[in-house]
């Protein structure tokens, strides 16, 4: 598709959103814990989410309580998947099993038979349209300052840069400058999703109701506007 130029400063208020000092890493495989995870995940409910590698990107883990602190970090490439999926296991024990929710498009879907079995997992399938809800219930939670998150270079960054563009047809398409990552996004997105459509649901079953009219919209993607 042909893109016309929209621009950045999607995300508001991040100066209230990313708090404390700056927190920066010499290497791309970064992890953070909260100083007071085991607490907060013990007396929380939290939401793992989880945005898997492709060949150039980088996979993302974030843990987020309910009330959207975020309570866990961890950014790594070029690991190998039996090692990335008994990370999640022991991380999913760790704060005492959380709801999973990840990236069940391309390598995702491949990945989705040996999710731990010990955790709830759930696949968010990437189409235009739910990236978009994703992306737009994220701008709303930082324009009402609803996350809390760590001054983490890496993340902050890639909220700073995040921009949109218009297709031919005036669609709007969110995603990371050209050249540029933003799997620390997406990763917080669908937490944030997670707890915003859990918000008010009785049950986690209609959130399965919901992501599989997503999967179901993926065969219908207009080809015209697929990037």
Not at 65 to 94: H, P, Q, S, W
Request: glycine share 6%.
């Amino acid at each position: 598709a042909m893109f016309l130029d929209g621009g950045g400063g999607v995300f508001k208020n991040l100066d209230k959103i990313f708090l404390g000092k700056e927190i920066s890493y010499q290497s791309d495989t970064q992890e953070w814990f909260h100083p007071e995870w085991r607490q907060l995940s013990s007396s929380n409910l939290s939401v793992m989410a989880i945005d898997f590698a492709k060949s150039v990107d980088y996979t993302v883990i974030s843990i987020m309580t309910y009330d959207r602190k975020l309570l866990y970090y961890a950014r790594f490439n070029k690991t190998d998947y039996k090692i990335v999926l008994e990370k999640i296991k022991k991380l999913g024990i760790m704060f005492n099993y959380p709801e999973v929710i990840y990236d069940g498009t391309g390598v995702g879907s491949g990945l989705s038979d040996f999710m731990p079995a010990e955790l709830n997992a759930h696949p968010f399938i990437f189409t235009n349209q739910s990236k978009l809800d994703l992306t737009n219930k994220l701008i709303i939670a930082t324009e009402y300052e609803k996350l809390v998150m760590p001054n983490i270079t890496t993340l902050r960054n890639e909220f700073e840069i995040f921009e949109f563009n218009y297709t031919k047809t005036g669609k709007i398409i969110y995603a990371a400058p050209e050249g540029k990552h933003d799997d620390c996004v997406f990763s917080v997105a669908m937490a944030n999703w997670f707890i915003e459509e859990n918000e008010g649901k009785s049950d986690v079953g209609e959130i399965d109701d919901i992501l599989r009219t997503y999967k179901e919209a993926q065969e219908e993607i207009d080809e015209d506007d697929d990037p």
